[in-house]
């Protein structure tokens, strides 16, 4: 990374299923990713529990998930929250960077959140998939047609960052610079904002 400005990066918010997947690989990569955060001085926030993929450190969980154990007893610390919503918002503001694992669609719902807010310009966060044995292929490729069929700007496209290995993917988050869209950029999304700006947009049928 010689040359380029690196991020300070001091936690990480992953996104992993609730399941552990077919493939091992996907665990064993999970486990890789936990070891590479380790030796980088990284902490992890997640989203409680002990089921599949999902890890330690600092658990953000809904108080309807601890009920009956459903997923098990969270690693590390745990901060309970009323809402799905609630938490994803808790993820946002504690977290440096975001990455997803191999998942279904509750981590897939995370992850175009996270985009879609980085968007916005509610957060300037660089987040990516750790693409293991292609899982993502199809996801990318859906993404990059969307991009031509201009639905997605190549501006927007730049948000979200891919790689194969943990390492990569790390050097990759902390070497992002976020480039916002100007008209998105003038929101002003503190609650504390009397006024709000009027958005310029072009829509695209």
């Known amino acids: 990374m ?15 299923g609730a399941n552990s997947g077919k493939d091992v690989a996907f665990v064993n990569a999970a486990f890789h990713l936990g070891e590479v955060l380790g030796k980088r001085k990284i902490d992890l926030v997640y989203g409680g529990g002990k089921l599949g993929l999902m890890g330690q ?15 098990g007893e969270t690693c590390g610390r745990e901060i309970k929250v009323a809402t799905m919503q609630e938490r994803l918002v808790m993820m946002m503001e504690l977290s ?34 750790l693409n293991i044995n292609g899982f993502f292929n199809g996801l990318l490729s859906f993404v990059d047609h969307a991009v031509k069929q201009e639905f997605i700007t190549p501006r927007a496209r730049k948000i979200l960052i891919s790689a194969t290995t943990a390492d990569e993917l790390v050097d990759k ?18 609650p504390s904002s009397s006024q709000k700006e009027k958005l310029d947009l072009t829509l695209r049928l």
């Open 2 to 16: 010689e040359g380029v400005s690196v991020r300070k990066i001091k936690k990480i918010c992953v996104f992993c």
């Open 173 to 190: 988050l902390q070497a992002f610079r976020f480039e916002s869209d100007p008209a998105l950029s003038k929101l002003k999304w503190s």
């Open 57 to 71: 450190v600092l658990g953000i969980i809904p108080s309807a998930f601890t009920v009956n154990n459903l997923v």
């Open 96 to 129: 440096d960077a975001f990455i997803a694992l191999p998942g279904g669609f509750g981590t897939l719902e995370e992850l175009f959140q996270m985009i879609s807010w980085a968007q916005l310009s509610i957060h300037n966060k660089p987040i990516g998939v």
